[in-house]
């Protein structure tokens, strides 16, 4: 039976800036640590932001070219033609033929870049070690599970939609 005044239920829209916001908030107490830690492996590797940057993309989205990557980067043709030249003097790239343009060049990550990325994976999967040990097993699996399910139905509508626009310096 159910009581004469209806239960409001909250809108989709509301729910969704309430969790922005403890998104928000998550990422304020983690960034700090993240950051931290990456700044402390990009002094160690002596590496640039963007340079760290294309590594990332070239892990997620290789082989590309050149203007691949300056797009993906944000950066102009000419200084991502400049980064990709540093990257691969420094082994952390390879340029190799097009096989449908033989003119052209791909980039790829080196094994040597894959390291890098594979220790800043090791750094950040420790940063979130340190930061979440002292939350109850019982809330990670809950987050867990809700964020597995959050993900899966993000994955399952298909792409998001156009990404936010950044300006190529």
Do not use: C
């Amino acid at each position: 039976m159910t009581s004469g005044a209806a239960e409001e239920q909250p809108e989709h829209g509301d729910v969704v800036v309430v969790l922005g916001k403890h998104m928000k908030t998550l990422h304020r107490y983690i960034s700090s640590q993240v950051m931290w830690a990456m700044q402390g492996q990009l002094q160690d590797d002596d590496l640039s932001f963007s340079q760290m940057s294309a590594l990332h993309q070239l892990r997620a989205y290789a082989p590309m070219s050149v203007g691949g990557l300056a797009e993906r980067t944000g950066l102009s043709l000419p200084a991502a033609s400049h980064l990709t030249d540093r990257l691969v003097v420094r082994g952390y790239a390879q340029r190799r033929e097009n096989p449908e343009d033989r003119r052209a060049k791909l980039l790829d990550l080196s094994e040597r870049g894959q390291q890098i990325l594979e220790e800043m994976d090791r750094r950040f999967s420790d940063t979130y070690r340190a930061a979440f040990s002292r939350v109850s097993l019982q809330t990670l699996q809950t987050t867990t599970a809700s964020l597995e399910a959050l993900i899966q139905e993000l994955l399952d509508s298909g792409p998001a939609g156009t990404e936010p626009e950044r300006s190529t310096p």
